[in-house]
């Protein structure tokens, strides 16, 4: 059963599958048309179904509600175009005259006028208050698919089928103005931005792509879907669009940047069309599951949806002032997050490429990132601008460090070189040679004296900076990581155990073993007596420096933890982490007597929680909608038997968090439910962290 995700609505289940979903221009009620020819009209107030629209024979396609009043306009396979009267739910007109099937509709702003697309090579524009007469076919195309009219209304845009094109039209006149090509299979949707400068496409290549419509020009193409993007719509302020996708997901974009916001799944099969409500408030999909999914995005959903990345999170710091996070992402972006509420601050975008690391300056006032685009940028935390571009490698930058002292970064490079930087006028001070193998991380040491550079064939090397030679040379090594106070060093490798290591003679202290699987990160506590650890065995552990003792573990787990970083706040004892699943967690080290404990602080919404087998019987302020909602998740409306709730405690939510997310449209967070060790460390079922919103 799917977890549950902030913003969702219960979805709409039908007997068939679904082609096109359309909101009235009130946003009152929202038309479904189906595989069987049927439309179905529900009101958005409550859900409940109030209309049944038939008389196509077969599937319709698409449909869309005309701008002046309580009329949709349909298409299908049966060649023709049918008006209805959605209050009467009779059939005004149908306008027959395209010699296949109809792909395409869309009424023009004013209401005058309706355009189809067909697969007969054309695009035809009737006049659909007066005559209902074709008054314009537009011809060019090999299949059309699809059909748009801009916001002032001069303008359509057609999308082929076979020729892979996109077509400007003069909506008066009937002129092509613009050949747009760049797609390298089927186009599947048109659609407009508010403002009419911008058009987007969506294809079979798995992509979309946004189009000036002045120039004609391919501005941005928007990339990770990994399946053909059948369905794309502008919100009603311009600001993002969302996407369609046969890969079972719809993505919401940022239109400025490209930076995909948030990826919403629960469809299991192929969603077919995406559409924004009037207000911009809601978004409806459809699919060939058979069902219609309503997702809340006003208010506080939109801040809501602004804050996940779009794809793996592979880096996070944390702030030496200690009241931000910063984590990079697959997708390109850097984002900032508040360690009081867990909302995003700020998204920091110019990277053309994957980000692979980042660290904050000793003040906290900069950030510098490193770029599969070979580049590394130096941010404003407080503006979000972009201070420096330092350029030199001829590989993809991966692992990046600011010196202690604040006047030099540090890079390395998938060619296993590493240049130091001068962090003011961003020009490249020394280049160190010597790593075999492609650089995978770099860190100064306390002083600022050594630098530590681990490469890809398990070797770790220690760098005088002054002089540019290598040191001391580990083998057999994955990560290293420098004490605060810079006495010690701990290394750890895919056998799953860590070395701490005296820095002076080069001996050994303790192995720390554990972990069953190998270790993908590692830090330390501000004072230096304890370490952190993530393992690839989905498990994080707490260490002693003193005694080498394991002190707490975090198990069961369904994610590999990715990076970790911990506060230097003094007396704050917190760390967060970056997992497989796209999410940023962060952690409360708490002491009780002589047990320690690592509880979950805080999640960002990426955002779902799991309810499955959850009694909501009694629960108070739980509205019908969120009732429906919840029961279709899997929770149960009487309480469960004694002996279930034993096996399924670590699944069970609390619902006074539940209800609590649900009610409040600016709920940012989602508190999960954190497994708990047979040493019962990890959340309590009651904990004041658990059930407390921070923020």
């Not at 009130?26 to 038309?31: C, V």
């Not at 040191?471 to 155990?497: F, N, R």
């Not at 004072?527 to 498990?539: A, L, R, W, Y």
Request: hydrophobic share 35%.
């Amino acid at each position: 059963m799917a977890a549950v995700q902030f913003g969702e609505l219960p979805f709409l289940r039908q007997d068939k599958r679904i082609r096109s979903c359309a909101y009235s221009h009130d946003g009152q009620s929202l038309a479904i048309a189906l595989d069987n020819g049927v439309i179905k009209v529900y009101s958005t107030s409550n859900w409940e179904h109030i209309r049944t629209l038939t008389g196509h024979r077969g599937r319709v396609w698409s449909m869309a509600y005309s701008p002046i009043g309580h009329q949709i306009i349909s298409v299908g396979v049966d060649r023709s175009a049918r008006l209805w009267d959605v209050e009467a739910g009779s059939c005004i007109t149908i306008l027959n005259g395209h010699r296949d099937a109809v792909y395409g509709v869309a009424f023009a702003p004013c209401g005058d006028s309706v355009a189809t697309a067909s697969y007969d090579d054309t695009v035809k524009v009737w006049d659909i208050l007066g005559t209902r007469e074709c008054r314009l076919t537009l011809t060019g195309h090999n299949g059309v698919q699809s059909v748009a009219y801009s916001s002032k209304g001069h303008l359509i845009a057609s999308g082929g089928y076979f020729d892979r094109e996109v077509r400007l039209w003069n909506a008066q006149t009937g002129v092509c103005l613009h050949i747009l090509s760049g797609h390298t299979k089927f186009v599947w949707g048109v659609a407009f931005s508010p403002r009419g400068d911008w058009v987007a496409s969506t294809s079979s290549d798995n992509t979309l792509r946004m189009w000036d419509v002045e120039t004609g020009t391919c501005c941005r193409v928007l990339t990770g879907h990994t399946g053909g993007v059948r369905s794309a719509a502008f919100s009603p302020r311009g600001d993002v669009i969302v996407s369609a996708s046969e890969d079972k997901t719809v993505r919401i974009w940022d239109v400025e940047t490209g930076v995909c916001r948030q990826t919403l799944t629960g469809h299991s099969e192929c969603v077919t069309c995406v559409v924004f409500s009037p207000k911009g408030d809601r978004i409806a999909c459809g699919s060939e599951d058979k069902t219609v999914r309503v997702w809340d995005v006003g208010s506080g959903g939109t801040r809501q949806v602004a804050s996940g990345h779009g794809s793996i999170v592979l880096n996070v710091k944390y702030s030496p002032r200690c009241d931000q996070v910063a984590s990079c992402s697959k997708d390109g972006s850097i984002r900032l997050w508040d360690v009081v509420t867990g909302g995003c601050r700020r998204i920091l975008a110019g990277h053309s490429d994957c980000v692979r690391s980042i660290a904050y300056s000793p003040r906290g006032d900069v950030v510098v990132s490193g770029s599969d685009d070979r580049t590394m940028r130096i941010w404003d935390v407080e503006t979000g601008a972009c201070h420096q571009i330092l350029k030199g490698h001829t590989n993809p930058v991966l692992v990046v460090a600011y010196s202690p002292q604040g006047d030099q970064v540090v890079s390395g490079a998938l060619d296993g070189s590493v240049k130091i930087w001068d962090a003011g006028t961003g020009e490249c001070r020394h280049t160190l040679t010597g790593q075999a193998s492609k650089v995978l991380s770099i860190l100064y040491s306390p002083k600022g004296n050594r630098i530590a550079s681990r490469s890809q064939d398990s070797t770790i090397r220690l760098w005088d900076i002054e002089s540019g030679t290598s040191l001391h040379t580990l083998i057999g090594v994955w990560i290293v990581v420098y004490s605060p106070q810079g006495g010690q060093v701990v290394s750890a490798g895919w056998d799953g155990l860590l070395k701490l290591w005296d820095d002076g003679t080069g001996e050994c202290i303790h192995t720390l073993a554990g972990h069953t699987n190998g270790v993908t990160c590692v830090v330390f506590s501000p004072k230096g007596d304890q370490i952190v650890s993530g393992s690839e065995d989905k498990t994080i552990r707490l260490w002693s420096t003193t005694s080498g003792q394991c002190q707490a573990v975090v198990q069961n787990l369904d994610t590999s933890i990715r990076s970790i970083a911990w506060s230097t706040a003094p007396g704050i004892n917190y760390f967060v982490t970056a997992c497989d699943d796209l999410s940023v967690r962060m952690w409360k080290v708490v002491e009780d007597g002589d047990v320690w404990h690592v509880r979950l602080h805080w999640r960002p919404v990426n955002g779902e929680f799991n309810v499955t087998e959850t009694s909501i019987q009694d629960v108070q302020g739980l509205s019908q909608l969120n009732k429906r909602l919840l029961e279709q998740r899997g929770a149960v409306g009487k309480p469960l038997h004694a002996d279930r709730m034993r096996d399924t405690s670590q699944k069970v939510l609390s619902m006074v968090s539940v209800v609590s997310a649900l009610k409040e449209s600016s709920t940012r967070l989602a508190l999960e439910p954190t497994p708990v060790s047979n040493s019962a460390v990890g959340l309590p079922e009651h904990s004041e962290d658990q059930e407390q919103p921070i923020g």
